[in-house]
């Protein structure tokens, strides 16, 4: 039986298992049939002149029933195939999405063949096809084959790619995806348009990409539950970097003072729309900048980025919605926004006791309860949701961000802001705490949380406090999850835009 027909709905179990059977039998005909020169069901190469893509952008403009004299040789994934006696058609499809009629004849081929052809290649399977670039009568851009080989045979059949894959099988099998799905394939190509650009960015400002270590002795960087691990090598326990702050603000304190990472980061906590337990981030440090200074170059970063993929700063989702990331954006204070949401008047001079009663009133459990905490919880609750348009939300408390300067100018407050987009935080900015003995007292604030089972508190690194201790000069910095950049300039959720998510 083959299968080389418009493709038929889901397979059952013992569907995909007699088509195995089947397919595998015509791997082992092929193997057999091999020379030392062609054939088989796995070449090693096969004589590839020129890529679909190239082809249909020469040949866009082939009139109906056209010849055009011109000979190539091209490889593709068999996507859709209708045998009709002396004549089959093939639907070719190369890694893009860009397809190709070939057109195996009787008259160009041979009888055994043509026979080999119908009876060997089946959906999914590559094949290369070399002949005359034609215009079929249907005006279809089609190859007239005279020679084809299968470059690489498909064991197990394709979906249906007339139907929509389900979420399920697209995460679980992202490689089906990108064969069927359009969209798949633009959400790789704009993660790394992004990506480009990012650095182009940096390029353009001097600053220097580097890498720092996955594997740490001590967890830092941010306020995160870490992954434990055990190095045999050394017999320590090892954790899985939470962020790359610490290392990158070494670098600072030895003279690279425009430093970049684009890396993985490993949290162990909860996954959701926004959350994956691994992803990529990038951090920023730049020496003599503030938080000021890096809001404003998050805002051009970002805006670079959809230039990028859209060529406009007006985004379109993958909804049909269009979102503007064009113009300057918002700089609100957290506390000012907080008040004029609650209703009350909410300083940091606030008592626990008052938050905590505002808190109940509105049904929010809070964990780890400080005035720190109660205020973030509070605003996310009352205030989050507000925000349309890109948004900086400036001065955060100073319990929550123990790696942050003081406001030069609002006791209890710190130099920082989130970013909001689309609803969830793309980024966050520090002026960054460079005073080695405000630092240590942070970090023994940090270790009192831990103390009480705050399991996301940081631990008191002495490596880096000696680091610090050496001199390192005014510097701000900001870090964002790449994943989230490409959710808010595609509107997709966060296992769309990363390509092989963590699931069960």
Known sequence: ??????????????????????????????????????????????????????????????????????????????????????????????????????????????????????????????????????SSRRGELSVMVREWQIAAKAILPLPNLHNELNEETRVRSRYLDLIAREQARVNVVNRAKAVASLRQTFAERGFVEVETPMLQVMHGGASARPFVTHSNAFDTELFLRIAPELYLKRAVVGGIEKVFEINRNFRNEGADSTHSPEFAMLELYEAYGDYNSMASLTQTMIQNAALAISGNHVVTWADGTNYDLGGEWDRISMYDSLSAASGRLITPATSVDELRE????????????????????????????????????????????????????????VEKWDLYVRGFELATGYSELVDPVVQRERFIEQA?????????????????????????????????????????????GIRETILFPLVK
């Open 358 to 413: 505002l808190a109940a009133g509105e049904e929010l459990d809070v964990e780890h309860p400080t005035h720190g905490k109660f205020v973030e919880e509070l605003w996310e609750h009352f205030v989050k949701d507000s925000l349309v348009r890109p948004t900086f939300v400036m001065d955060f408390p100073v319990e929550t961000s123990p790696l942050v300067r003081a406001h030069r100018g609002i006791d209890g407050v």
């Open 1 to 134: 039986m083959s299968d080389t027909q418009p493709a038929e709905p889901e397979f059952s179990d013992d569907e995909v298992s007699q088509q195995k059977a089947v397919r595998l039998a015509k791997r082992e005909r092929l193997i057999e049939s091999a020379t030392s020169s062609a054939g088989g069901a796995y070449p090693v190469s096969v004589p590839i002149t020129d890529t679909i893509p190239t082809v249909r952008a020469r040949f866009s403009e082939l009139e109906t029933d056209a010849t055009t004299g011109v000979t190539v040789g091209l490889a593709g994934r068999v996507v859709h195939a209708r045998n009709t006696g002396k004549l089959c058609f093939a639907s070719l499809q190369s890694g893009d999405g860009s397809r190709i009629q070939a057109m195996v004849s009787l008259a160009e081929v041979g009888e055994e063949s043509l026979a080999a052809w119908k009876e060997l290649v089946d959906l999914g399977d590559h094949v290369f096809v070399s002949g005359e670039v034609i």
């Open 448 to 492: 009192k949380l831990a103390a009480r089972g705050d399991l996301e508190a940081m631990r008191l690194d002495e490596e880096f406090l000696r680091a610090l201790e050496f001199g390192m000069p005014p510097t701000g910095g900001m870090g964002m999850g790449i994943d989230r950049l490409l959710m808010a300039l595609t509107g997709l």
